[in-house]
């Protein structure tokens, strides 16, 4: 945990903390912990109480619920800098949906009873903040339905295209998911999306090295997508 404020080089404050008073950031930094997580460690489970403003600064999480036969359903897996912890911490008083770290991630933990004061006091801040959860929940939904309207072949194209181009921004990644939470996120057996990534392995338009990824044919699996 590191309590030291940098608050005035951080993209936190960039995308929204640009609005407030210098006085407001040093009673932010107040107000604000960092937390590491490591790969695998739960940020907060369904059913937490909501305590605080959670804001991912670096790392990479995976937003889900477990199901009534305690199965994972993959909600969403998201960068930096989406605000995917707080979808309903205006509107609820326990988390709807667990989050955990799929890569080592440092979380900027504030106290919602300051968020919740700066807002009251601070009108242009609170239309900020409102706009980014927004955002960030339209993009849930968006991406929810474009999977789900997909077929197999199209739903495991659009999640490559999802992490080579929205998440790391080059064609050759690590994969920073198992099989199985892939299968999760997009709704399909894990043996069918282990069967698929070997289908387009053969095909040349991967190619797969462990867990290291290379879009070889960007446009053929763009086409799978679109047409999935």
């Known amino acids: 945990m590191d309590r030291n ?6 993209e936190f404050r960039n995308i929204v903390f640009a609005l407030l008073d210098e006085k407001d950031v040093q009673s932010l930094c107040d107000n604000k912990e960092e937390l590491l997580f490591r790969k695998g460690e739960v940020i907060h489970h369904e059913g937490d109480k ?7 600064k670096s790392g990479l999480v995976k937003l889900y619920r477990k199901t009534t036969s305690g199965e ?3 909600v969403t897996i998201t960068k930096p800098f989406e605000f995917v912890s707080n979808i309903s911490i205006f509107s609820e008083e326990k988390y709807g949906y667990s989050v955990a770290a799929v890569e080592d991630s440092v979380v900027c933990a504030i106290k919602l009873d300051f968020i919740k004061k700066i807002a009251l006091e601070n009108g242009a ?4 903040l409102l706009s980014k959860v927004s955002k960030v929940n339209e993009k849930i939904i968006t991406q929810t339905l474009d999977i789900r309207q997909k077929n197999l072949v199209g739903r495991v194209a659009y999640i490559l295209l999802y992490f080579s181009n929205e998440i790391y921004s080059t064609r050759i990644f690590d994969l920073p998911v198992s099989r199985k939470e892939i299968a999760d996120f997009i709704g399909m057996s894990t043996a069918n999306v282990i069967r698929t990534l070997s289908d387009f392995k053969k095909e040349g338009i991967i190619r797969i090295y462990g867990k290291t990824i290379e879009i070889v044919d960007v446009s053929r699996l763009e086409i799978m997508s679109r047409k999935g």
Do not use: D, P, R, W
Not at 5 to 10: G, L, M, Q, T, V
Not at 50 to 56: A, Q
Not at 125 to 128: D, T, V, W
């Open 5 to 10: 404020c940098i608050c005035e080089n951080c």
């Open 50 to 56: 909501i305590t605080y403003f959670k804001y991912l």
């Open 72 to 74: 994972e359903q993959v």
């Open 125 to 128: 801040f609170a239309m900020g």
